[in-house]
């Protein structure tokens, strides 16, 4: 009690020392904690949903309360929340303004207030338990309308505030028992048709999207909840085009900024490439470090809707060449016949127009393939745990859709060829725009690609063996897809071979700091298999007769590698310790590519001494291959070609529970009812009235 | 005198709006012709029937009464007609003029001619007499004329029924019967011959009764020559205009697709005209008033919205809609009627529009651009919208499916790369798909068909060096009829896969904007088996073991190492491995390698029916019963006029040698002209061109031939070979007749079955490509397709000849049905094959019909000795030298 009066004291001393009196609106909030305020004035109700909301100080003077309080001003408070909820089926939108706006206060007073209590009791101090159910049904239906009504934009946005306000109350989602009521009273198509309206979408979308990651996630492992099964499934069925768009957009536009951020970058000067690396690492400003939480929100949706839904894959495919429609209708894109598309690289057309950040490409362009531009970036830098929980996102995502057979016809459609130009990471040893023209090739090459240069760039004192793994996991199942389908992709395997050969080398030069960390033997064993792939399965998918030559070639040349790896391994197996088992194996599955290193070997130094030949040419190893595989007997390894399918529980449920909680109080943090001025509001409405 | 008919003329068009209300309300539409007539295809019973039913009106009729009608009347009561536009009126109508006809006969020598304004009022014996042989006579046939007569005379010997009705004829006007109307109320009096008379005839009596006999023909038969007709009507004199215009009117109104394609017709044979007079023409007005879609059906007007809104398929309105019985509002105004209904349509539209966001959302889109910046196809779905304005919504959507198709094309036009067309390509298409099902169709098709999708990633670019003409694939579903058959539901593309976490759920198919709709038209696919496809990789894989014939070790010892649970380790010779990669990859020939620079080759090489189950297993509309795949070629920037010529010329030799047993294949396709630089065209399937066979197999056609279809002595290869030959005949001749150029390889197709089929006839009759003057030979005969024979002695090559011969023969004698669509497309036309007077001369002349069939034979030899020999000498001449008289 003394509390609440220390705390309303020294607000009326603030407030009394600049402003002789007290809001009005303030008076009344003060009333409703003391006794029934409809009893003096009948028509208090009316008049406090005309007052400008006081969100702050609603707020406090929940928090400030204490339980006896509490318990004595609920009957209040549970009026204050039927009016609320009342007013908001009114006509007068300045009532429904102050409604809407006092509901986030009382949400978010009273959890303040209760932050340790069970959440039955803030359902008892809002609403009462015998009318929750009635009071949270009213309430959603009355949001249902506004959001589907033909009402005003910002009305909705509100709306979509109070529910994302509502949502992230609590740290942990799961806990929000408020949320049943709006699992039971679905407000979810209201939300799915504003996703599915093209102008609401551009200014709702964002809000959107992320309100419902957020509620898929409501516990989401306790599968006997009959919401949230009915919640995966609306969303699964309709995260249809609409989403993919929103998608879209907000990840091209983090990608346009991070774009400008590097380009940025560039102008200042740093134009060499270690500085510039470097740069991108501790640059990070407030600015881009906010979109790449943010994207995090839209990201999860992205893997919510991959996840829960084949049927996104489908939209994942689907072109979108009207995505910049929205965003620039100015730009006359597709009738400027001097440019052609995609011939540009993406560091130009930055500089070129700021209006049009994205490459021209885009017009051709599908979620999928924005999907894996901003992996590209997101990829580059894993320096820090947002970033890192970004990529392994990115890599999760990737790894369900490597394992649909659906996304997997489609990224090795012969039909469907694109332009990727991916984000190579400047680096010291290697040019930078070296391949300017990528050619459009099959989605597939794309997220080769994708996956080799994250190998390549990786190999790093603070190993992301995580990544790593799931990066080797994911040219796995792209690989067994080709072999069981008989696709034969026209893709440089060769650099996919030599980056796996360095990374097994990065392993075995760093074993001793690796291994204190990681289980090293796994990966080591994964990329060995790959390699297995590739000389048991070769004959179903390679290309052309000469890869597979071309393979031999490339595992003679780097024999060094297998040969300390099999040393190292056979050292570790020998030894009694935790690494035997893992190590042995790595043992067993190095037999062919050792049987290749022993049979050829010989062979090339023989012909290198018959002829005089100091240094062979590529020409002539290859001819010696060629000419020698019959004398080579090979052992065929079992279960190559299968693989561990992608379960989120129990392995990744940690990590989507952090996640989804980080996601939580950032939104929470971010959601700001009062940047949605009041002004703006009374401007529309004054006018409407 | 003119003036007075021009004035008339002018009334003429602007009179039906007025007054088709009043008169189309007291006259039932449901006679329509398609109900009326007879299916058979010779309308005989019918016309005999309609003598008999008219011999008493006109003694009723104002016909006796008016003393000595004069033409002027006639006509008039011409004009008159073209308002009701009903066939029982239209059919009256004939009776009339021929009741007058024959009046005038009857009293007309005696009586004088009040107006005195038709050239030649009277149908005198004589004058009659002449006009049927004068077409024949102009052919310059002596072969063919007392045939033709022969014919004639026939089936009123013949026909009990014909005999009856000339009988009665004979008794009613006994001996002034002429013999134009004997042959005009024969029963073989066909389309043909009307076309004809109705071109070569300056009767306007005449021209009027077979403006009116049109009626009677079945719609087919006509739209045949629906391009001579309209230019006809384009660019010959105002009797003929008259005539032919209340049937077109009459059919506009009956059918959106004739009145598309009339107005697309319009336009291209409008172009040659100075565009001075192109703009005050017939043709553009007429066109005119078929867009602006005053040409609806008025019984059919008031209730067509509802029936249009592709997400209201109403399915309990559609049989009202169905057919043309709805004359039942007689009384009302229809007009007002009209007015009130649309409005209460766009309430309901507006109610709907609330759940159905796509739409809502469209038109905003739709209007906030230009129309050629993304793309027209944006207003097909604002069939919704289009009601609220109250715009004309009858022909929108096809003209807007049609448009944005162009509009793709204009667009690939400027990017520089195959690549990045096809590219650009798939994703306009994609685009376009957004819109789709909706009310629109492929009007090359045969069958009535809504298209619901279209498979983007399937289209393809095809070779032109800076057009850009492309081809795609459309999903369709058949239906009853296209403009009175709800548009099925959208299915969206995710449809065929279930939910992976959650199961067997009822009811999860229905997304917010479908709940609104009912299914009616889609069955309840939720139970469908077939719609769900394969999910796991690991069922996709067992079908793939089975069917791999070659002995493959590694994929054996897969499943039986897993199986097996024997440590025993199993060893490969990595020679196998090897091996077996260089044999696959040699042994997969019989599709083509992907080709940047020929897109096309692969995905044409790929046989329609695996493309057809391909494709209809990834769609969303595969399960549907009526579930068609069609395709078409767009071309944009391409003056298809021509090929429309040639296309109806192969069309009639078809008919022709199909009649006189000569078994000569040849495959016309169809061609839709949309304007004079624009149109679609039919692709032929399952045939890719020699150019590609040549190119992608590098070897020589009989090889080609011996690898698709097998050795020298297997039925499968007899077949091909005897396919070739047939085509190849056919092929011949009409290059020869029809003088095509240009016949590279590129423009000669195979197909799976070894016919070959020509296309591209950019370049015929007086047109040959510049640079090269002319080609020497009388059409192309390579050693290679001599080879395919069989070579120069084989039993196939003297077969080829035969046929070649047999197929002249047959040609010749019905000359004049090929010369007439050829004749008639001449006039007022700027094309590049009329260039030069010579142009219909020549043509008979290589019809050689004062040759004997020895000499027929002999002419066929020198051909293609001459085209053999061509190859490899220069200039061979036998056929001059034979045309000379010299054996």
């Known amino acids: 009690m003394s509390q609440v009066e220390k705390k309303a004291g020294l607000l009326r001393r603030t407030s009394s020392s600049k402003k002789p009196l007290k809001e009005k609106v303030v008076l009344m909030y003060d009333e409703i904690f003391k006794e029934d305020p409809a009893k003096n004035n009948p028509r208090f109700w009316d008049e406090l949903f005309l007052m400008k909301v006081n969100l702050e100080y609603l707020e406090t003077k929940l928090e400030c309360l204490d339980g006896d309080e509490l318990m004595k001003t609920k ?89 994302l306000c509502l949502v992230t109350v609590t740290d942990n989602i799961s806990q929000n028992t408020i949320l049943e009521y709006v699992m039971i009273n679905s407000i979810f198509e209201a939300v799915l048709q504003i996703l599915s309206d093209v102008s609401s979408r551009g200014r709702h979308g964002y ?112 072109s979108h060449p009207e995505i910049d429609i929205p965003t620039t209708p100015t730009t006359p894109v597709p009738t400027t016949p001097t440019t052609p598309l995609g011939t540009t690289p993406p560091s130009t057309d930055v500089m070129n127009s700021s209006e049009l950040p994205l490459d021209p490409n885009l017009q051709t362009s599908n979620l999928l393939i924005t999907f894996l531009k901003y992996s590209s970036i997101v990829m580059q830098d894993t320096k820090d745990e947002h970033r890192l929980n970004s990529a392994r996102l990115c890599l999760i995502i990737l790894t369900c859709i490597a394992e649909d057979q659906y996304a997997d016809a489609f990224l090795h459609d012969d039909n469907m060829n694109f332009r990727v130009n991916l984000h190579r990471m400047p680096m010291r040893h290697r040019k930078k725009a070296a391949e300017k023209n990528v050619p459009s090739r099959p989605l597939v090459c794309a997220v080769l690609d994708l996956m080799v240069e994250f190998v390549v760039t990786h190999m790093m004192k603070d190993f992301p063996m995580d990544l790593y793994m799931r990066c080797v996991q994911v040219i796995h199942k792209l690989i067994c ?28 030069s760093n074993e001793t700091v690796l291994l204190a960390k990681h289980n090293i033997f796994h990966l080591a064993l994964l990329v060995v298999n790959l390699f297995n792939m590739f000389i048991t399965y070769g004959d ?150 | 005198m003119g003036d007075v008919e021009l004035e008339q003329s002018v009334a003429q068009t602007e009179e039906p709006q007025q007054h088709t209300p009043s008169t189309a309300s007291s006259v039932s539409i449901s006679s329509s012709p398609s109900h009326s007539l007879p299916s058979s295809p010779s309308s005989g019973p019918y016309h005999h029937h309609q003598p008999t039913s008219s011999t008493p009106s006109p003694t009723h009729s104002d016909g006796p009464a008016i003393p000595s009608p004069s033409l002027g009347v006639i006509s008039e009561g011409v004009t008159e007609l073209t308002l009701v536009i009903d066939p029982e009126v239209a059919k009256k109508a004939c009776q009339e003029v021929l009741q007058k006809v024959k009046l005038l006969k009857g009293e007309g020598e005696g009586s004088g001619f009040e107006g005195g304004c038709g050239p030649d009022p009277t149908l005198a014996n004589g004058t009659v007499h002449n006009k049927p042989t004068d077409p024949v006579s102009v052919g310059g ?57 109705l071109h070569n005839s300056k009767e306007p009596g005449v021209q009027a009764y077979i403006g009116n006999r049109l009626f009677s023909f079945r719609h087919e038969e006509v739209d045949f020559y629906l391009p001579q007709l309209l230019n006809m009507y384009i660019h010959m004199d105002e009797d003929v205009g008259d005539a032919i215009k209340p049937y077109v009117v009459h059919r506009c109104r009956q059918s959106i697709s004739f009145s598309l394609q009339c107005a697309w017709l319009l336009g291209a044979y409008s172009s040659d005209m100075h565009i001075s007079t192109q703009r005050h023409s017939r043709g553009t007005k007429l066109r005119k008033l078929i867009f602006s879609d005053e040409l609806k059906p008025a019984g059919l007007r008031a209730r067509r919205p509802p029936a249009l809104t ?7 309105a559609t049989p009202a809609l169905h057919g043309h019985g709805v004359g039942g509002e007689h009384g009302l105004s229809p007009t007002k009627r009209t007015h009130q209904r649309s409005k209460s349509d766009a309430t309901v539209s507006i109610s709907l529009s609330s759940n159905l966001k796509r739409t809502a959302s469209n038109p905003k889109v739709e209007s906030s651009q230009d129309e050629d910046l993304s793309s027209s196809s944006e207003s097909l779905e604002c069939e919704n919208h289009d009601c609220k304005t109250g715009t004309p919504v009858r022909l929108t959507p096809q003209r807007d499916f049609i448009k944005s198709l162009m509009g793709i094309g204009k667009r690939l036009a400027t990017l520089p790369t195959k690549e990045q067309k096809t590219q650009r390509l798939i994703s306009e298409l994609s685009l376009l798909n957004h819109k789709l099902p909706a009310r629109v169709w492929l009007p090359t098709s045969a069958f009535d068909h809504h298209v619901v999708r279209v498979p983007h990633t399937q289209a393809v670019v095809l070779n032109s060096k800076d057009k850009a003409p492309y081809l795609i694939y459309v999903e369709v579903l058949e239906c009853e009829d296209f403009e009175t058959s709800s548009v099925p539901v959208r299915i969206s593309e995710t449809r065929i896969r279930s939910t992976r976490s959650v199961e067997n759920l009822p009811d999860c198919g229905i997304t917010a904007d479908q709940r609104a709709v009912s299914f009616s038209t889609v069955p309840n696919y939720d139970d469908d088996n077939e719609a769900w496809s394969v999910d796991d990789i690991g069922e996709l894989q067992l079908p793939e073991i089975h069917t791999n014939s070659c002995d493959n070790i590694s994929q054996f010892s897969v499943d039986s190492i897993t199986s097996l649970d024997s440590k025993e380790p199993i060893f490969i010779a990595a020679g196998d491995i090897r091996r077996r990669l260089s044999e696959q990859l040699a042994h997969t020939p019989t599709t083509f390698r992907r080709d940047p620079e020929d897109p096309s080759a692969m995905a044409l090489k790929e046989p329609w029916q695996e493309k057809v189950q391909r494709i209809r297993e990834g769609s969303p509309y595969g399960h549907i019963p009526t579930w068609r795949l069609l395709s078409v070629i767009v071309k944009c920037g391409d003056d298809l006029r021509q090929e429309l010529l040639a296309s109806q010329v192969l069309q009639q030799l078809q008919v022709i040698w199909e009649q006189e047993r000569v078994p000569i294949w040849i495959k016309p396709y169809k061609i839709l002209v949309i304007s004079s630089d624009s149109g679609m065209i039919e692709p032929i399937v399952n045939a890719v061109s020699i150019h590609q066979v040549k190119k992608q197999s590098q070897m020589p056609l009989l090889d080609y031939f011996l690898q698709e279809h097998g050795t020298h002595t297997t039925e499968a290869f007899l077949t091909a070979q005897r396919n070739f030959v047939q ?132 002419l066929v030899e020198q051909m293609v000795d001459g085209s053999m020999r061509s190859i490899t000498t220069k200039l061979y001449d036998g056929f001059q030298y034979l045309t000379n008289g010299i054996m």
Not at chain 1, 213 to 223: D, G, P
Not at chain 1, 605 to 619: F, T
């Open chain 2, 141 to 197: 046939g002596g072969i063919i004329k007392p045939q033709k007569i022969h014919e004639e005379e026939d089936p009123e010997s013949l026909t009990p029924g014909s005999v009856k009705s000339a009988r009665r004829r004979q008794r009613h006007n006994p001996s002034k019967q002429s013999w134009l109307l004997r042959l005009f109320e024969s029963k073989l009096f066909d389309v043909s011959m009307a076309i004809s008379y």
């Open chain 2, 310 to 316: 592709p997400f209201c398929p109403l399915p309990n």
């Open chain 1, 481 to 508: 897809y080709q072999k069981k389908c008989r696709i034969r992709l026209h893709y440089t395997w060769r650099e996919l071979w030599s980056a796996l050969i360095n990374l097994l080398k990065f392993l075995l």
């Open chain 1, 75 to 163: 009957d209040n408070v549970n009026s204050l929340f039927h009016h609320c909820v009342q007013t908001l089926a009114e006509e007068h939108q300045i009532k429904v303004v102050n409604a809407l706006q006092t509901l986030c206060a009382l949400f978010r007073g009273v959890h303040q207030k209760n932050k340790s209590a069970s959440g039955f009791d803030i359902i008892n101090m809002l609403m009462g338990f015998d009318k929750a159910e009635h009071r949270m049904k009213d309430l959603m239906e009355s949001l249902d309308s506004l959001l589907c009504g033909e009402g005003s934009e910002s009305l909705k946005a509100l709306c979509l505030k109070l529910l």
């Open chain 1, 207 to 318: 809000d959107a999207v992320v309100l419902l990651a957020l509620l898929v996630n409501y516990r989401k492992y306790e599968a006997s909840l009959s919401a949230s099964l009915s919640l995966s499934l609306s969303l699964s069925l309709s995260l249809s085009l609409s989403l993919s768009l929103s998608f879209s957009l907000s990840l091209s536009l983090s990608l346009s900024l991070q774009y400008k951020d590097k380009e940025e970058e560039n102008q200042g000067g740093f134009f060499s490439t270690l500085t510039s690396m470097v740069g991108s690492m501790f640059i990070a400003d407030a600015e881009e470090k906010l979109s790449v939480q943010t994207n995090e929100a839209i990201l999860l949706a992205l893997y919510e809707a991959v996840h829960l839904n084949r049927n996104f894959i489908t939209v994942l495919a689907q």
């Open chain 2, 727 to 858: 085509s190849c005949a056919g092929y011949c001749l009409i290059c020869y007749l029809l003088q095509v150029k240009d016949r590279h390889n590129g423009n000669i197709l195979l197909d799976a079955d070894g016919h070959i089929i020509h296309i591209d006839f950019g370049f015929i009759l007086s047109s040959s490509p510049r640079n090269l003057g002319f080609e020497t030979s009388a059409f192309k005969l390579t050693s290679e397709f001599v080879d395919v024979m069989g070579g120069l002695d084989g039993d196939m090559f003297n077969y080829y000849k035969m046929l070649m011969l047999q197929g002249l023969i047959a040609a010749r004698k019905h000359m004049d049905k090929v010369i007439q669509i050829v004749e008639i497309m001449q006039q007022g036309s700027q094309l590049p094959c009329f260039h030069g007077s010579s142009t219909i001369r020549s043509l008979k002349e290589r019809f050689h019909m004062s040759l004997t069939e020895e000499q027929l034979q002999v």
């Open chain 1, 540 to 689: 179903t998918f390679l290309p052309t007769s000469n890869s597979y030559d071309e393979l031999y070639y490339e595992i003679v040349r780097m024999h060094q590698v297998f040969d300390n790896l099999y040393c190292m391994v056979l050292r570790v197996s020998t030894n009694a310790g935790q690494w035997k088992e893992p190590a042995s194996k790595v043992t067993h599955s190095l037999v062919n590519v050792r049987a290749i290193i022993n049979h050829f070997n010989p062979k090339i130094e023989s012909y290198a001494a018959v002829n005089h030949i100091s240094q062979l040419s590529e020409d002539q190893v290859l001819e010696v291959v060629r000419s020698n595989y019959d004398t080579l007997t090979l052992k065929l390894q079992d279960g190559l070609d299968q693989y561990e399918r992608y379960s989120e529980q129990p392995k990744e449920a940690a990590f989507f529970k952090d996640l989804v909680r980080s996601i939580s109080l950032n939104v929470r943090k971010n959601v700001s009812l009062n940047t949605l001025s009041q002004d703006i509001l009374l401007k529309e409405f004054s006018t409407i009235s």
